[in-house]
């Protein structure tokens, strides 16, 4: 169905980097997305290998098999995961006829009802960024103390107003609220192969007044490959989610002479905690896997502290 005159214009984006089945998944639910009838979708993949070549020829195979939206395939040459989300904030705002940007990531997807039910609570609530869960998908061999850790899913959440948004692997964002944010720096190069560019993208732009919503009513699915069902996987993300979250409290909540001290005694502080909650929930898996999370996160940050980083993609 044709959209009517003044439709609401939404840009679908999808940075993508060497996962061809995954983004071949992602682009058949979204030809099943049922999208209002007042709404004009847009679909676009940002490839981030395009020497790689892997990502034009499943945009190709989906135009020839009839894909229901307008579809096109972009190179981003540059590598890094805030080159890439930084080329689709800027070509959307350049291109000029998008009223919102969704972003979702190339091993994620969604029911067919997720863009009614996410815009929907966008509009109603008036933000200027909309999330909404993240299920994750084990292999069926998975352990379930592995399916316990909370690094896999996101915080439960009612439907309305949030106070933050920790990732940008399944938002909406208001295309009129980015009008400020210079070209190229809406997600801070720092953190390009650190990871986290969404948490501080997120911060800083709070801090400049943006509000949240939540959809809880629009979840996204996301798989969780082998080598990510390990615990040596779920250390090394904890870790790195505390470098690059010290180094976000930093920017904003450790200001000043002794704002360094500060974190670190408040660290040091918290080392102690969850080292004593491990502790005592040995014999409960649940709460045991997620203290080890808290633990190492907590040494993440006092490792940033002293100056350690990780950078967890390469």
Same mark, same amino acid.
């Given at each position: /169905? ?5 439709a609401r214009?939404v840009?679908?984006? =999808?940075p993508?980097?060497r ?6 998944r ?9 999208? #209002?009838?007042?709404v004009?979708?847009?679909v ?10 892997? &990502? ?8 020839? !098999?009839?894909?229901?939206f307008?579809?096109?395939?972009? #190179? ?10 930084n080329? =689709? +904030?800027?070509? &959307?705002?350049?291109?000029?006829r ?15 009802d997720?863009?009614? +039910? *996410?815009?929907g ?18 292999p ?5 103390? =592995?399916?316990?850790c909370?690094?896999y899913r ?9 106070? /933050?948004?920790? !990732?940008a692997?399944?938002?909406?964002? %208001? ?7 210079? #070209?190229?720096?809406?997600?801070d ?6 990871g986290g560019?969404?948490?501080e993208?997120f911060?800083?732009?709070? %801090? ?9 009513g ?7 490959? #082998?080598?990510r069902?390990?615990l040596?996987? *779920? ?5 790195? *989610? ?6 976000v409290?930093?920017?904003?909540d450790y200001?000043?002479?002794f !704002? %360094?001290?500060?974190?670190l ?9 969850? !080292?004593?909650?491990?502790t ?9 896997i997620?203290? +080890? ?9 006092i490792?940033n502290l ?7 993609? %390469?």
């Amino acid at each position: /169905m044709t959209p009517a005159s003044g439709a609401r214009r939404v840009l679908l984006a =999808i940075p993508t980097h060497r996962r061809p089945d995954g983004l071949a998944r992602l682009l058949a639910a979204a030809a099943a997305l049922d999208v #209002p009838d007042d709404v004009a979708l847009e679909v676009m993949a940002f490839d981030n290998d395009p020497a790689g070549g892997q &990502a034009l020829p499943v945009i190709e195979a989906a135009r020839a !098999g009839g894909f229901p939206f307008p579809l096109a395939c972009l #190179p981003v040459p540059e590598k890094g995961l805030c080159h890439v989300r930084n080329a =689709i +904030v800027d070509t &959307a705002r350049a291109a000029g006829r998008f009223d919102h940007l969704a972003m979702i990531d190339d091993d994620e997807w969604f029911a067919p009802d997720w863009l009614r +039910v *996410i815009l929907g609570v966008h509009e109603a609530t008036g933000a200027d960024a909309t999330s909404g869960p993240f299920e994750p998908v084990f292999p069926p061999d998975t352990p379930e103390w =592995i399916r316990l850790c909370p690094l896999y899913r996101s915080d439960p959440n009612p439907t309305g107003p949030i106070d /933050m948004i920790w !990732g940008a692997g399944n938002v909406v964002l %208001r295309m009129a609220s980015l009008a400020d944010v210079p #070209p190229g720096q809406a997600f801070d190069l720092r953190f390009n192969l650190l990871g986290g560019e969404d948490v501080e993208a997120f911060t800083r732009l709070k %801090r400049q007044g943006f509000r949240y919503a939540w959809a809880a009513g629009a979840p996204i699915f996301e798989e969780v490959p #082998p080598a990510r069902t390990r615990l040596a996987w *779920i250390v090394k993300r904890a870790f790195r *989610i505390g470098t690059t979250g010290m180094a976000v409290q930093l920017d904003w909540d450790y200001r000043g002479r002794f !704002g %360094r001290l500060r974190a670190l005694g408040f660290s040091l502080a918290q080392l102690g905690l969850y !080292g004593a909650k491990l502790t005592r929930s040995l014999a409960h898996p649940e709460r045991r896997i997620a203290n +080890v999370c808290h633990l190492v996160r907590v040494t993440g940050k006092i490792a940033n502290l002293t100056g350690l980083t990780y950078r967890e993609y %390469r």
